[in-house]
């Protein structure tokens, strides 16, 4: 229960919980007073890091062939008129079956108040396959955007380690401000206000149908997110993050922080889209010797990869497996 | 975007007050983001305020001829409709359209939808109901309503035939013409036509060439009692759509007038084989059968 109403609270924009100095268990206190009597051996952490950089990329890259897979079969299936999988991101029949994207399911059913059995069908669809999968594990492994903003970003790094540009970053509660302004829109306008503008639409119909002027809107926020803001879209704007991240605080598949070896360099929350889901990673703050990344987590794997200790794991809860 | 690039200056050294003054720009940054977003998508209203957002949709589109609020706030903006039609004739509307984008519509100058796939695919491909499944056959669609626009260019009007290709050599839009192959639509541009006097609005109508196959079952006395009363029912059209009149004639030159009738569903085929630039015949979006005695 604590951590779905911390996922909550992370994903509406607030802070991580700072816990207090009562609440760290007696197991992890041990652990953390042990770091401080013991300092790492930095290089023996050096030769650690190096002998991992060679596995550094695993979950990158099973994450970015999954995410050009699916987009493709969109494409495939409609260019060689195979029905294997038909429409766009938005909704879509897999073999005939029925499936609705959460969140624009959500606008057009405030919008038209009015529901029909397929959509409901559909809707039901997505809905189990998340809450299995991660929630936003969507905004990862699917999104057509997120590719897009993932090499936006490697430019704005790029730059900003050349010192050419800086991340301004927002307020994140603007997010779950857009999230509700765009939904009484939808129930007030009677219209799907948010899907004029959303990148991901956007994006699967220029895959699917061709490419058409709304790309010069997705053009506009990809070198907003590169000149001035690192990943502005999906950290602060996009309301499909937070339709995904609740269900995700449903899913059994999270991220497992593991503090016995972690060395608290921070690699992990400078790679990460949404750092304060890494927040237990400073030192000290883990409350137990393992900690669940919050559903704010896109499970994109970034830390994963990134962590030369393996302090950070994909774990499925239940089932007490490491993948 | 530039007025927040202009509060990029360097914070002043004391820890607090910088802490201060970091919040103060976060927040204005925050603010001028909020009022960006808001604005850039509320804009997406405008073309449908100003009503330029009405379009000849796919069969089935949960609207009225002036009202299309149902039909845009309930379409997912998936394009399985897009993906189904044999003739290709729904495309998805652009950024121009606002919170119209993504949403279907017919250009039925360059492809129109002549029911080829018979059991209405879009509809049937529809996941939200945008385009209704209250409608089981072609003649139960309300997209428009034909109107001889330019009656001077009409050549049945003028008592000319036609003689050649529809829409010239290049056209690529597609048809279906029955005796060539029942199954799937043609070019156009595959199919010449010689005619007397052109009827091409009336010869090509869905729906007339419906009635014509029903009467042509009927006079061949079909056998099956059940089958016949099924085409006598709705799948075959209940009324007639458009016809010829003669008119005029003192001149010793038979003429005839296109005239629209209470059938017209307003598919556009008329509008898409009529062979004058700009066509004779179009599609009126702002009427339909059931709308027509309000309207006119």
Redesign the interface.
Known sequence: MSYIIESFRQLFGSEPRRPEKSEISPEALAVHVYKKQNPFDKEAFDVARQAHARDAKKWRNRRWATLLVINLLFVVS?YF?VQLL????????FMGF?M??LN??LQ?TL??K?M?L??VI?TATIFVLWVLLGGRTFCSWVCPYHLLSEWAESVHLYLADKGWV?D????RK?RS??YL??AL??LI?????????SVT??VS?AL??GP???L??VGLVLL?EVF?SRR?WCR??CPIGITYGVVGALSPLRVKFVLKDCHHEGECRKVCLVPHVLDMTVKGKAVHTEVDVSADCTRCGMCVDVCPTNSLRFEIKGLGKHL | MSKQSKSNRPAKRKLSAKHVEQNRREFLRTSALAVGVMGFSLVGLLPVVQGKSLALRPPGALKTPSDERDFLSSCIKCGQCVQVCPVNAIKLAELDKGVGIGVPYIDAREQACDFSCDGLQCVLACPTGALTHDLDYPADSRMGFAKVAEPRKCLAIQGKGFKGLARGPDYTGLLRYDEIDRWNPIPVADYPYDLELCDLCVRQCPIEIRIAQCAAAEAEGEQNKDRVAQRQGNECPPKHAIAFEPFGGDDGIKRMKPVILDGCVGCGVCEMICPPEPPAIVIDIMQDADNMRGAS
């Open positions: 409609y008129d038909e429409g766009a991101l938005t909704a879509s029949r029925h609705a994207d624009s399911a057009v919008a038209f009015h029909v397929n959509l559909g800086k301004h970053s927002f307020n603007v401000l857009f302004i765009f829109l939808a306008t009677g219209y799907t206000i948010f899907e004029t503008i639409g956007i119909r699917i149908y058409g002027v709304a010069i809107w907003f001035y502005a602060y704007v």
